[in-house]
């Protein structure tokens, strides 16, 4: 594809003059293609610097406008009890003060866009949960340590983070979201027996938000065969879809539907999804009715109900590919075999649990 069709292809697909096939071609393209990937970004980035230049603009003119309207002899008739000077100073220098005021007013817009008070990403939250500083007590004290069996009593961790992830082949690989281990010094998974093992993270990528984790603890003895597969297109508009995760202690199920294609702002990244998700939740899977894995949950808007993100399978599926096939760590094979499909929905959470894991994430001072 040369250069000026690229172009004129990324302007289609970010207006959204796309046919749904033709969309997910390049949704596809993309996800096949960092160069394209990033030249869509790149585009997007510059079509918002337009817009933000655009609305300042405008701003300005309307500034401007209203200190066309304004009478100064009428104003100095109106307060001709108050201090001769403050009419003076108006007099001499109203242009003066009127531009310092455009300028606060564009400094203090300025402030609330980086700080995202203007933004919707300010809204956004990633479903990482906290844990209680209280809850970490030493195992001699007579009450129940909440450090797993595994780990290391003399572990320096002053912060702990839990959220969930899961399984990716049966030897060990655990998929979860990048900001989920962000901060690890150390990561831990423990299954729904509540037994934990020691994992690496062995790939991360904080654009499309996708991790991959690997078992390395001796004490592991691997999996069975995975019971899902992993969708490699993209999934329509109402589709129903549910999750399993870890917002608590113990697992969660939880369902609802794709509601958009795209996440906050238009991100072809995520679906936005029904499905009610809270902090950790983020790193479960999201499946259809049939037990295939069609994302991430992540994220969700707290200023609007209802509103949540997950992270599409293809850009999971586009982080294995991207493993290096001379890694020290044998690239995960996925599984091709769904036994999930043709199951009643508690059926497929029983056999679904023993793949999905609560993530535990340390972290120093």
Same mark, same amino acid.
């Given at each position: 594809?040369?250069?000026?069709q690229? @172009?004129?292809?990324?302007?289609?697909?970010l207006? #959204?003059?796309?046919?749904?096939?033709?969309?997910?071609?390049?949704?596809?393209?993309?996800?096949?293609?960092?160069?394209?990937? /990033?030249?869509?970004?790149e585009?997007?980035?510059?079509?918002?610097?337009?817009?933000?230049y655009?609305?300042?603009?405008? @701003?300005?003119?309307? %500034?401007?406008?209203?200190h +066309?309207?304004?009478?100064?002899?009428s104003?100095?008739?109106?307060?001709?009890?108050?201090?001769?000077?403050?009419?003076?100073?108006?007099?001499?220098?109203?242009?003066?003060?009127?531009?310092?005021?455009?300028?606060?007013?564009?400094?203090?817009? #300025?402030?609330?866009?980086?700080?995202?008070s203007?933004?919707?990403?300010s809204?956004?939250?990633?479903?990482?949960r906290?844990v209680?500083q209280m809850?970490?007590?030493?195992?001699?004290?007579?009450?129940?340590?909440?450090?797993?069996s595994s780990?290391?009593?003399s %572990?320096?961790?002053?912060?702990?983070?839990?959220?969930? #992830?899961?399984? @990716?082949?049966?030897?060990?690989?655990?998929?979860t979201?990048?900001?989920?281990?962000?901060?690890?010094?150390?990561?831990?998974?423990?299954?729904?027996a509540?037994?934990?093992?020691?994992?690496?993270?062995?790939?991360?990528d904080?654009?499309?938000?996708?991790?991959?984790l690997?078992?390395?603890?001796?004490?592991?003895?691997?999996?069975?065969?995975?019971?899902?597969?992993f969708?490699?297109?993209?999934?329509?508009?109402?589709?129903?879809?549910f999750?399993y995760?870890?917002?608590?202690?113990? =697992?969660h199920y939880?369902?609802?539907?794709?509601?958009?294609?795209?996440?906050? +702002?238009?991100?072809?990244?995520d679906y936005?999804?029904?499905? =009610?998700i809270?902090?950790?939740n983020?790193?479960?899977?999201?499946?259809?009715s049939? #037990? !295939?894995?069609?994302?991430?949950v992540?994220?969700? /808007?707290?200023?609007?109900?209802?509103?949540?993100?997950?992270?599409k399978?293809? &850009?999971? @599926?586009?982080?294995?590919?991207?493993?290096?096939?001379?890694?020290a760590?044998?690239? =995960?094979?996925? +599984?091709?075999? !769904?036994?999930l499909?043709?199951?009643?929905?508690?059926?497929q959470?029983?056999?679904?649990?023993?793949?999905?894991?609560?993530?535990?994430? &340390?972290?120093?001072?």
């Amino acid at each position: 594809m040369r250069d000026e069709q690229l @172009l004129e292809a990324i302007e289609r697909y970010l207006s #959204g003059e796309m046919h749904p096939d033709e969309r997910k071609a390049f949704e596809q393209l993309r996800t096949e293609n960092a160069e394209v990937d /990033q030249r869509v970004n790149e585009h997007q980035q510059f079509i918002s610097l337009l817009k933000q230049y655009g609305e300042r603009v405008e @701003l300005e003119n309307r %500034l401007n406008a209203i200190h +066309n309207e304004i009478d100064v002899h009428s104003l100095t008739e109106e307060v001709t009890e108050r201090p001769g000077w403050i009419i003076q100073m108006w007099r001499d220098h109203h242009s003066k003060i009127s531009v310092a005021a455009s300028i606060a007013i564009f400094a203090i817009l #300025g402030t609330l866009y980086v700080t995202g008070s203007l933004s919707n990403k300010s809204h956004y939250e990633e479903l990482i949960r906290k844990v209680n500083q209280m809850q970490y007590v030493q195992s001699h004290s007579g009450k129940v340590s909440t450090h797993p069996s595994s780990t290391p009593a003399s %572990l320096p961790a002053t912060d702990r983070y839990r959220a969930t #992830g899961f399984a @990716l082949t049966s030897n060990g690989f655990i998929a979860t979201n990048y900001h989920v281990i962000d901060k690890a010094d150390s990561v831990y998974v423990q299954n729904v027996a509540g037994k934990s093992y020691k994992a690496k993270v062995i790939y991360s990528d904080p654009n499309s938000d996708v991790a991959i984790l690997k078992i390395t603890d001796t004490a592991f003895r691997g999996l069975g065969s995975i019971p899902y597969t992993f969708k490699k297109s993209e999934s329509d508009l109402a589709e129903s879809v549910f999750t399993y995760g870890y917002p608590q202690d113990a =697992p969660h199920y939880d369902d609802g539907r794709i509601t958009s294609q795209s996440g906050l +702002n238009g991100d072809s990244i995520d679906y936005q999804i029904s499905v =009610p998700i809270n902090p950790g939740n983020s790193g479960g899977p999201l499946l259809d009715s049939h #037990g !295939n894995v069609v994302g991430i949950v992540k994220a969700r /808007q707290t200023q609007l109900e209802g509103v949540h993100f997950a992270s599409k399978s293809t &850009y999971l @599926l586009a982080a294995i590919d991207s493993l290096s096939a001379d890694s020290a760590i044998k690239k =995960p094979v996925l +599984n091709t075999k !769904n036994t999930l499909s043709g199951l009643t929905r508690p059926q497929q959470i029983k056999k679904l649990q023993n793949y999905v894991f609560l993530v535990k994430v &340390y972290a120093k001072n």
